[in-house]
């Protein structure tokens, strides 16, 4: 840690936490601070053809949790594997707000989560399903379900 560079958080590192604490006295600092990027490779091992999603979620500029794993099926296309990265990075986000809510810091506005295929945006925003997104179905309704409720907005970043 001696070459490390340090930077501010919006953490009160000097309080202390005890059965006697006072719960967040200004819980709007981290109202509109979490936000999941979502990745995908598609047919990325050369052997199986299977793809590889990613996604990463921080509250502010921390990162809370993130994760990187071979997808239990084969893609058919793009927009599937991506999507399914989309799906995990919602998943997490949904378990975070759970866990903020019982700690009585509810999140109040939608958590952003950037994708970078135009396609698997356009299938969260779209409830209608599509013949090549048909076998995803499940997928498509729980994102769809979320973007529905403006808990999330999936968002396109160019890769």
Known sequence: MLNCNPCRTIVDTEKKLGPEGLPVTDPTLYCSLLIAYSDADWVGCPATRWSTSGYCVFLGDNL????????????????????????????????ICNLLRELHTPLFTATLVYCDNVNAVYVSANPMQ?????????????VCDKVAAGHVRVLHVPS
């Open 130 to 142: 599509h013949q090549r997104t048909i076998h995803i179905e499940i997928e498509i309704h729980f």
């Open 64 to 95: 809370l949790t993130w994760s990187s794993k071979r997808q239990d099926t084969l893609s058919r296309f793009s927009v599937e594997a991506e999507y399914r990265g989309v799906t995990n990075a919602v998943a997490e986000k949904s378990w």
